[in-house]
């Protein structure tokens, strides 16, 4: 059983970064990728960020240039380096793993990420 843990949400200033974490326990084995959701109350969970086990990562256009994904397979762990925060980044951040054809998935319990003045 694959677990996630997910640190490095909280409340940052308009412009400000911050750094999510996700650390995986298990292994979903074989092929696989690990990415950022985010969430909004009353809206669908949608992808921010994802990177597979051999490096490539995509973006949403909205945070395009300004956050970065990566990974250190050897720890199990996924970074979301987030600069220029914008209020509409405001949600709660999902982590997960899942097989390339969703076949298998997991995901974390999420950290919220609030951006205000």
């Known amino acids: 059983q694959v677990q996630l843990v997910e640190s490095g949400g909280g409340l940052v200033q308009p412009g400000g970064s911050l750094r999510l974490s996700c650390a995986a326990s298990g292994s979903i084995g074989g092929s696989h990728v690990m990415g950022w959701y985010r969430q909004t109350p009353g809206q669908q969970r949608e992808v921010v960020a994802t990177i597979t086990s051999d490096g490539n990562t995509n973006y949403a256009d909205s945070v395009k240039g300004r956050f970065t994904i990566s990974r250190e397979n050897d720890k199990n762990t996924v970074y979301l380096q987030m600069n220029n925060l914008k209020p509409e980044d405001t949600a709660a951040y999902y982590c997960?793993?899942?097989?390339?054809?969703?076949?298998?998935?997991?995901w974390g319990q999420g950290t919220q990420v609030t951006v205000s003045s």
């Open positions: 997960n793993i899942r097989t390339v054809n969703w076949s298998a998935f997991h």
